[in-house]
């Protein structure tokens, strides 16, 4: 099977249960919402903030794990891959107890000092924040094997899992919520156990099929350790901004406004997220081609499998996001029973930065094949570190939440349009003529689809089920048909037609 075929079926493969996974997704959100209510909810969200926002160093070791154990394949199985595998598990295992000791401290001086809450409410955040703590602790451990299965391409497991957590995650919202006491308690206790449940399914797994995720102490080696170390330290730094703006983010909204509008901003983001979850398949099941051709020697066909893959990425993007814009009122009125003040607008400027997001993301594979990361570290998180004291300002000025979407979404254009390209030209020998080229195409589906979808939706009623879906199902046939035609070329229809026709004749 070439590697465009192969591409595409794992493609085709996640996004069926992709699917599944989002509308699952949704509905818990809906459920657990209406199970906590829009305070409790806020409150989850902010304190188990603070735990994501600390492990930013394990996201950085996770970003060298996946690159190093994709590199080494790429090269052939070998005693060097077992000995990779185990020096990086014993790392995140390191990597999580350092975090245990910084969340501790610094997580409970949040909570008894700043966090905006009732007072009857301060133990029942103690009580989510250690249980997010451990819930975190056993996240970071578990990178090295979900990194390996990547790794081998081998995308079932992955998808088949992700089907499996969410349903749980599902079955957790209706118990909380026929749960007469301590709900925000026993969701926070429930979703560590299905942490645990994920972490033992991937290990057996691993344990089971791939040789090298046999932990051995002798195979631990700390030369192998310092390439690992001396990149991810890199990127350490991109993963501090991102954490720094997610969450805090979330604690100034906390701060100065209240857990509601904390709430109609992560009500935003899992949307977003769900959305997100599509594009990530078709990366997940590109990228380790771009890194394994790189590391075969193979660099023109890694840089036209990038540009590729990221034209495509956007394009996949633009299918969800024109129609989630346009309908994002009503969506989210149908989605929730309460819907809080500012969701709305969150959602609609969170598939605006989405969509450069995707071109910020995808041509940072090139430096991360190569693993020359110190450019990008010392310039993309300088203007990331600027929005959180930027929001502090305004909020102190009095300022509408709003300026979070507005200052986000000029921080993923520079990026994603100036940062990046110069970066990949100058240190992976990307052209500027190919990186223009490729915006070029994308700016032109993105308009005709933006004046089709206008002209054909014109009188139709948004606030109507029969009108919900006479847009979704227009606005989606219009772009796919506009993509077909002006955005991807003929070799690129082939692939996907006949890996859908293999795959349909299979079943």
């Not at 990366?283 to 590729?308: E, H």
Request: proline share 2%; glycine share 4%.
């Amino acid at each position: 099977m070439n590697n465009g075929s192969r591409i595409a079926r794992n493609t085709m493969f996640l996004y069926f249960r992709m699917m599944c996974v989002m509308l699952v997704s949704l509905y818990t959100v809906r459920v657990t919402l209406s199970a906590l209510g829009v305070e409790d909810y806020g409150i989850y969200q902010a304190v188990g903030g603070i735990v994501t926002m600390l492990s930013f160093v394990n996201n950085a070791l996770g970003t060298g794990s996946s690159r190093f154990l994709t590199f080494e394949l790429g090269k052939g199985f070998s005693e060097r891959l077992k000995q990779t595998f185990s020096t990086l598990l014993m790392a995140h295992v390191f990597i999580a107890v350092c975090v245990l000791v910084v969340a501790e401290l610094a997580g409970m001086w949040y909570i008894f000092t700043h966090l905006n809450v009732a007072d009857e409410k301060i133990f029942s955040a103690v009580i989510v924040f250690q249980l997010s703590v451990i819930t975190a602790m056993m996240s970071m451990t578990q990178i090295p094997y979900t990194a390996t299965i990547i790794a081998h391409e081998q995308l079932k497991i992955y998808a088949y899992v992700s089907l499996v957590e969410v349903s749980v995650k599902l079955a957790i919202a209706f118990a909380i919520s026929v749960s007469p006491y301590y709900r925000l308690e026993l969701y926070a206790f429930m979703l560590c156990c299905n942490q645990l449940l994920v972490m033992m399914i991937y290990r057996v797994y691993c344990y089971r099929h791939y040789m090298e995720s046999h932990f051995s102490r002798k195979l631990i080696s700390f030369d192998l350790l310092r390439p690992v170390v001396a990149f991810s330290s890199w990127s350490c730094f991109a993963s501090l901004a991102i954490s720094f703006i997610n969450q805090g983010t979330l604690l100034l909204l906390n701060t100065f406004f209240s857990p509601v509008v904390v709430s109609a901003r992560v009500i935003a983001l899992q949307v977003n997220s769900a959305t997100q979850q599509f594009l990530d398949n078709f990366r997940t099941a590109a990228n380790p081609q771009i890194i394994k051709k790189f590391a075969s020697g193979d660099y023109a066909g890694s840089q036209r499998l990038l540009l590729t893959s990221t034209r495509l990425s956007y394009f996949l993007m633009l299918v969800l996001a024109i129609p989630i814009i346009i309908l994002a009122e009503p969506l989210l009125n149908f989605w929730l029973t309460d819907v809080p003040e500012y969701s709305v607008a969150f959602l609609q400027w969170s598939m605006v930065q989405s969509l450069f997001a995707v071109f910020d993301s995808s041509l940072y594979i090139a430096l991360y094949a190569k693993g020359q990361l110190r450019e990008n570290a010392l310039l993309s998180p300088s203007i990331g570190f600027l929005v959180v004291p930027l929001e502090y300002i305004l909020f102190r000025y009095g300022y509408s939440p709003m300026v979070v979407a507005y200052l986000l979404t000029g921080v993923y254009a520079t990026l994603g349009l100036i940062i990046k390209p110069v970066l990949i030209c100058r240190i992976a020998n990307y052209r500027y003529a190919d990186i223009f080229r490729m915006f070029v195409r994308c700016g032109i589906v993105t308009l005709l689809s933006l004046g089709s979808v206008y002209l054909l939706i014109t009188g139709i009623d948004v606030n109507t089920y029969k009108g919900f879906g006479e847009i979704c199902v227009i606005t989606f046939i219009s772009n796919l048909v506009i993509i077909s035609c002006f955005g991807v070329k003929k070799d690129e229809r082939e692939i996907v037609i006949n890996a859908i026709g293999k795959r349909l004749a299979k079943l």
